[in-house]
């Protein structure tokens, strides 16, 4: 590798995109990596996953996102799809209530197939629906808070926070990262075991990411 990557650090973050079947699981990705939306896009079949770059403090950061399918019969994929992850965005859609009551099933999920600490956005998405809201923007304020999650409202057809929604979280992962490789000589070795790999040592890690809360203006 030349000079100039040695010099640098270079992150790969796995983030995970949870939640029912038809919430905009997939268009929210497309929307983010491709800034593509299909209005007619099918239910994902198994699991996919896209990578970003971005750059923050002059680091190279890579975030492999992934998708799967919310229905139940491909649940079995579910260890192999948590394993590594250190952000995961759960979804549901505002106009149908039934996917704001799933949350925290799913949120059981990460708790339970995750094995690193994970930065955790809650995210109602299609908010261009407003007209047929089911879910108020309190509802999800209030859980977000309660389950101690960032939250935001999305809409993934007319790219209403999308990009903010997930770079929010890469933003919030690379701070925890940053301060653990200060605290620990050993993190290094975990990240590479669990799907997340670092070049080199000492990010800054002084900056902090507060909880936001964001919705769509009618």
């Known amino acids: 590798m030349d000079d100039d990557h040695e010099e640098g650090e270079e992150y790969l973050f796995k983030i995970v995109i949870i939640g029912d ?9 497309s929307r983010y990596t491709r800034n593509e939306f299909n209005m007619h896009s099918k ?13 923050i ?6 975030a492999q996102i992934w998708d799967t399918a919310g229905q139940e019969r491909f649940r079995a994929v579910t260890s192999a799809y948590y394993r590594g992850a250190v952000g995961a965005l759960i979804v549901y859609d505002i106009s149908r209530r039934t996917t704001f009551e799933s949350v ?12 690193t600490t994970v930065a955790r956005m809650l995210v109602g998405n299609k908010c261009d629906l407003d007209d047929v809201r089911d879910v108020s923007v309190e509802e999800g304020k209030t859980l977000a808070e309660a389950e101690r999650l960032f939250f935001m409202e999305t809409s993934a057809l007319d790219s209403t926070n999308v990009k903010k929604a997930f770079e929010m979280v890469i933003l919030e992962i690379y701070n925890n990262v940053s301060r653990k490789v200060l605290n620990s000589d050993t993190y290094k070795s975990e990240l590479s075991v669990n799907r997340v790999s670092l070049v080199n040592n000492g990010a800054d890690g002084s900056k902090q990411t507060e909880t936001m809360f964001s919705c769509c203006s009618r």
């Open 21 to 29: 079947s038809a919430v905009g699981k997939s268009n929210l990705l």
């Open 104 to 115: 925290g099933r799913w949120l059981d999920e990460i708790n339970t197939h995750s094995d």
């Open 57 to 62: 403090d002059g680091k190279e950061v890579k």
């Open 43 to 55: 239910a994902t079949i198994g699991v996919e996953f896209l990578t970003q770059s971005l750059d």
